[in-house]
C-alpha cells in the first residue's frame, strides 16, 4: 500500500453513482415469525464530487417463535432504521462517511462509519479501507397485568462495536471481475438476549427440563474473508459466484458458497436465479440440553449459535419502464424477488413436543427446522 | 553464492523500478463493454441487497464480509 501511495495515482478522476430512488416492500415469513414493512432508500449526487445517501427502513415484526412460544407470549414489535451517509470524490480517492439509528422499543443502537478507496492501475484495481463503531443500549419489556408492555426500570445494559474491513475490486479479463474483502468485527458489553434462556435437565419438573437465563461473554471478535467473481457470459448473461469463511471467539465456524445467475431477455426484462449454502459449527458453550442449572459459566440455547445447515434458492424479475409524462426520470424499474429459505439444525431440538408419558423424554424430541418465505417487490427509479 | 545474492537484489531493485513506472492496464477502457453492462455490477439493487444481508444476520451465526469493495472497475 505505501509503495503503491508513493507511485502516486493517474490524474483522470473516478465516477460516483447515478441519482437514484428505491422504496420496497418486504415480507418474512416464517418459523412463527412474520416481518414486514418499508425501505426508502435515496442517491444523490450534488455536482460532480458530492453524494449523500438516505435510507429510512422499518421492521413490523409480529413473533410466535418456538423460542416466544416456550419461554414468553407472542408479541408485536416495530425496529425502526434511519441512516444517512455521504461521499466525496476525490480524483481517483473516494471518501465515505456516515451514521446509522436503530431503535425499537427494548433496543437502541448507532453507528458510525468511515471508509475511504482508491481506484488504481488504469482503473482496474479498487482498494477500500473501512472502520465502524457502534454503540447498543439494550433493554427489557416486561408484561404488566393488563397484558401492556413496558420498559423495566431495573435492566440497562450496553455494548460497544468495531469494525475494521479492507477490500479489494479486480478487473481480471476484459469479461470476468473479482472482488475480495476481509472484515473484522469486535464487540465488548452485553451481547446476549433479555429474555431467551437456556434448559437444563431438571427431574423435579413434569416434563423433564427447567428453565435459567443464558448467559454469554461479554466479548465476541470475529474474522470474515471472502471472495466473489462475476463473469460475463458470451450471450449477454452473468454467473457469479462467492464463497466466504467466518471463524470467532466463540468457536463458530461458517462457510457460505452462493452461485447466482443473471438473464436479461429483450430489452426490458432481467431474470435473475441463486442457490446459497451455509453450514456452521455451534458455539463452544452452546448446548440444547444442559446437564444441570449453572452447569457453566456461559450457556447458550440460542439456534443462531447451534449447528445448522441453511439452504436458499432464490429467484427474481426486473422489468424496465419509461413513463413519458415524467422527463426527469431516466429509467424505471420494478422488481419482484422470492428467496426460499430452509434451516436443518442438527443439535437444536423442538422442546415444544416433549412428552415424557409417551417416551419423548428432555433430549430426544425431533430436530428442529426452519423454513422461511421471503419476498421483496421495489420499484426503482434512475433521475 | 554472491552472484545469486547480486542476482536477486538487482530482481527486486528491477520490481521496485517496475513498480513505480506506469503499469499498462491489460483491459483498456474500450475493452470494457461487459464489465459496464448494468447486469455484471456486485450489486445492482442495493436496497434488495442490504435487506437480504440483514436477514441472514438475523437467522445465522455468521457476519460480515459480504459487501463489495465498491466501485471496482471505473467503466461508468
Known amino acids: ?57 422499518v421492521d413490523m415484526v409480529s413473533s410466535a417463535s418456538i423460542d416466544v412460544e416456550l419461554t414468553a407470549s407472542p408479541y408485536e414489535e416495530e425496529r425502526t432504521q434511519r441512516s444517512l451517509g455521504f461521499e466525496f470524490l476525490n480524483g481517483k480517492v473516494t471518501y465515505s462517511a456516515g451514521f446509522i439509528n436503530s431503535e425499537e422499543s427494548d433496543f437502541k443502537s448507532n453507528t458510525a462509519y468511515f471508509s475511504i478507496s482508491q481506484d488504481m492501475f488504469g482503473d482496474l484495481t479498487t482498494i477500500s479501507l473501512t472502520y465502524k463503531r457502534g454503540w447498543d443500549d439494550v433493554f427489557r419489556n416486561v408484561r404488566q397485568a393488563d397484558g401492556s408492555l413496558t420498559r423495566d426500570p431495573g435492566f440497562a445494559e450496553s455494548a460497544d462495536r468495531r469494525g475494521y474491513s479492507v477490500g479489494l475490486t479486480q478487473v481480471l479479463t476484459r469479461s470476468l471481475i473479482m472482488a475480495v474483502q476481509y472484515e473484522v468485527l469486535t464487540d465488548e458489553g452485553f451481547l446476549n438476549s433479555p429474555y431467551r434462556s437456556v434448559r437444563y435437565i431438571d427431574p423435579e419438573s413434569a ?28 450471450y449477454r448473461a452473468a454467473l457469479e459466484g462467492q464463497y466466504r469463511f467466518f471463524t470467532d471467539t466463540w468457536g463458530i465456524d461458517a462457510h457460505t458458497a452462493e452461485v447466482a445467475y443473471t438473464h436479461p431477455v429483450g430489452e426490458r426484462w432481467i431474470f435473475d436465479g441463486k442457490l446459497r449454502y451455509y453450514r456452521q459449527n455451534a458455539a463452544d458453550f452452546y448446548r440444547d440440553l444442559f446437564p444441570r442449572r449453572g452447569f457453566a459459566n456461559f450457556l447458550a440455547r440460542d439456534k443462531e449459535l447451534a449447528t445448522f445447515t441453511s439452504y436458499t434458492v432464490g429467484v427474481g424479475a426486473s422489468y424496465e419502464f419509461r413513463v413519458s409524462r415524467l422527463p426527469w426520470v431516466q429509467k424505471s424499474t420494478v422488481n419482484l424477488r422470492y428467496d426460499y429459505l430452509l434451516i436443518d439444525y442438527d443439535d437444536f431440538r423442538d422442546a415444544r413436543l416433549t412428552d415424557p408419558a409417551n417416551g419423548v423424554p428432555a433430549g430426544s424430541e425431533p430436530l428442529y427446522e426452519l423454513d422461511a418465505n421471503v419476498i421483496q417487490l421495489f420499484l426503482s427509479v434512475w433521475f | 553464492m554472491r552472484t545469486s545474492r547480486v542476482r536477486i537484489a538487482m530482481s527486486l531493485l528491477a520490481l521496485g523500478v517496475a513498480a513505480c513506472g506506469p503499469i499498462e492496464p491489460w483491459v483498456k477502457p474500450y475493452e470494457r463493454e461487459n464489465l459496464a453492462d448494468p447486469i455484471m455490477a456486485f450489486d445492482r439493487n442495493p436496497v434488495s441487497t442490504a435487506y437480504l444481508d440483514h436477514v441472514y444476520e438475523a437467522r445465522e451465526g455468521a457476519r460480515g464480509a459480504v459487501g463489495s469493495a465498491g466501485g471496482g472497475c471505473g467503466c461508468n
Do not use: Q
Request: aromatic share 14%; with cysteine.
Open chain 1, 207 to 234: 416434563s423433564g427440563y427447567s428453565f435459567e437465563p443464558e448467559v454469554y461473554p461479554h466479548t465476541r471478535t470475529s474474522n470474515a474473508a471472502s471472495v466473489r467473481m462475476k463473469y460475463f457470459l458470451p
Open chain 1, 1 to 57: 500500500m505505501a509503495l503503491i501511495a508513493a507511485c502516486g495515482a493517474p490524474a483522470y478522476a473516478g465516477v460516483l453513482a447515478d441519482d437514484r430512488a428505491d422504496v420496497l416492500y418486504h415480507r418474512y415469513e416464517g418459523g412463527g415469525v412474520t416481518i414486514d414493512g418499508p425501505s426508502i432508500l435515496v442517491r444523490k449526487k450534488f455536482g460532480e464530487r458530492f453524494a449523500a445517501t438516505a435510507n429510512y427502513y
